[in-house]
């Protein structure tokens, strides 16, 4: 740090990102991507907009944002668009949290720690219990902005419809946000609850299920009025947020589902598999319904794990934390990575790596 830097800069906690790429080729089961390409109507409609850069992008995304609330069905106005969700969450906190601050789960994503502490507000941890299920009750009446990952991550469990309603409803002076960023692969989404709750939020990504980590999208979908308070702290901070080839993408990725489902399925069948084989080999398994597994060995240290894994030429993500150090987070892709990252620990746990 220099001498130059605020206060309030210092004592902001900056999130770390998984590992990337470089030199060596890995198998990457660190950051929840996708194995998959996007479709090529994707990559066509970036190509054909970038011939167009000399012009802005349009800063209400009217296009795009017509064609998410049609793909949910809801009206354009109910939806705000982000550079990655992340940008979006930010916009909330900025938006919501005020001075009674932000209550979210113990162990959920780390981003929203994050953000709180660059605003500079409050932070309350609920704590998860001891099977890392969330106790949806202890959300209730907490009259702060709620922050909640359904599934949540890193564990990949999910609450259903009805216990989000709940603390909705139990909360009608604050604003409570569902961030549904692996929501298309556990196959069901709150959105439709946006339209009885006037205090929800949610929030989704095109990076994950959508295979456009690098595009950088997300949104959110809300009633008309807490999507116009978003919009008029995203036109403070940068109203050209969201370029003009991830608009485009992101318009092209939504009439895409017949590419994306049976890769959703894939996803899902091979996290069935991981899950059994883990299990088989003497792990702890969440029954995640996400992307990912999280997952430990008693009798195996987590970071002898991830190192034996790494020298293997797979790379999976080490969680830190009081409740979570000790977890691996491995991603879930194609049926056959998943089976090389099997044979690969199946060797390592035989003591023969
Ligand atoms: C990956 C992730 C996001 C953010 O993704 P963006 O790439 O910024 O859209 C948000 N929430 C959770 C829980 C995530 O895992």
Redesign the pocket.
């Known amino acids: 740090m220099s001498e130059f830097l605020s206060g309030r800069a210092r004592a902001i906690k900056p999130y770390t990102p998984g590992e990337q790429n470089r030199g060596r080729s890995f198998i990457r089961l660190n950051t929840?991507e996708s194995p998959f390409p996007p479709p090529k109507s994707v990559t066509d409609a970036i190509a054909e907009t970038s011939a167009r850069l000399n012009v802005y992008s349009d800063p209400e995304a009217r296009e795009l944002r017509r064609a998410i609330a049609d793909y949910h069905g809801v009206a354009p106005d109910c939806v705000t668009v982000?550079?990655?969700?992340?940008?979006?969450?930010a916009f909330i906190v900025a938006s919501f949290a005020g001075e009674r601050g932000i209550a979210a789960a113990d162990v959920?994503?780390s981003?929203y720690k994050t953000t709180a502490s660059f605003f500079g507000v409050p932070y309350e941890e609920v704590r998860v219990r001891d099977d890392f299920s969330l106790d949806a009750e202890k959300f209730h009446a907490l009259d702060k902005l709620v922050m909640l990952?359904n599934p949540?991550?890193p564990t990949g469990l999910s609450i259903s419809n009805e216990a989000i309603s709940r603390v909705a409803e139990t909360n009608p002076d604050s604003v409570v946000v569902v961030?549904e960023?692996?929501a298309d692969f556990a196959g069901f989404t709150a959105v439709p609850l946006t339209a009885r709750h006037g205090n929800l939020i949610v929030?989704r990504?095109?990076?994950?299920s959508r295979f456009l980590?690098g595009a950088?999208?997300?949104y959110s979908v809300s009633c008309p009025e807490l999507a116009a308070d978003l919009e008029r702290v995203r036109f403070a901070w940068n109203p050209y947020n969201v370029n003009a080839m991830t608009q485009a993408a992101g318009i092209a990725a939504l009439s895409e589902d017949a590419y994306y489902r049976p890769r959703w399925r894939e996803i899902a069948n091979s996290r069935g598999y991981t899950k059994r084989e883990l299990r088989r080999l003497g792990f702890f398994v969440t029954d995640s319904d996400a992307n990912f597994v999280f997952c430990r060995r008693d009798e195996t240290p987590s970071a002898a794990l991830y190192a034996k894994l790494r020298e293997a030429g797979i790379l999976v993500r080490l969680l830190p934390g009081e409740r979570t150090g000790g977890f691996l987070r491995i991603t879930i892709g194609a049926q056959g990575e998943a089976e090389t990252l099997i044979g690969i620990l199946e060797k390592i746990c035989g003591g023969g790596l």
Do not use: M
């Open positions: 929840n982000g550079n990655g969700s992340d940008e979006t969450l959920t994503y981003f990952a949540n991550a961030d960023a692996y929030v990504t095109f990076s994950k980590a950088r999208l997300g």
